[in-house]
């Protein structure tokens, strides 16, 4: 049974930061691009990061450039969304998603490219 279970969301000021991790079990998570996604109040669900199975290759969206990095540990089974100058408009739940990568190492924007998708992990911010 694949899940994969996000933490470390909270309440943090304007400027703080955090580190979302997200813990994946039932694959092996070397074989599967990873992302990060974020849906606020009456929003759809918009992409914030996505990388490659190996790690090799990243990319974001633009509001979150510079302030956000991602990252995975294939040995822990775990990637990780580090999060800075947080602002308002970063207020919202976030999910991890993986994708399998077939062996390429691409990074996927697109949502419904992800087949398996955590519960999400509140984020929020104040000013």
């Known amino acids: 049974q694949v899940q994969l279970v996000e933490s470390g969301g909270g309440l943090v000021q304007a400027g703080g930061s955090l580190r979302l991790s997200c813990v994946v079990s039932?694959?092996?998570?070397?074989?599967?691009?990873m992302g990060w996604f974020r849906q606020a109040p009456g929003k759809e669900r918009e992409f914030v990061a996505s990388i490659s199975a190996s790690g090799a290759f990243t990319d974001y969206a633009d509001p979150v450039k510079g302030r956000f990095t991602i990252s995975r540990d294939n040995a822990r089974n775990t990637m990780y969304l580090q999060m800075n100058s947080l602002k308002l408009e970063d207020t919202a739940v976030y999910y991890c998603a993986s994708k399998p990568a077939y062996g390429y190492e691409s990074t996927w924007s697109a949502s419904q490219a992800y087949d398996y998708w955590g519960q999400g992990t509140q984020v929020t911010v104040s000013s």
């Open positions: 039932g694959r092996t998570f070397r074989n599967y691009a």
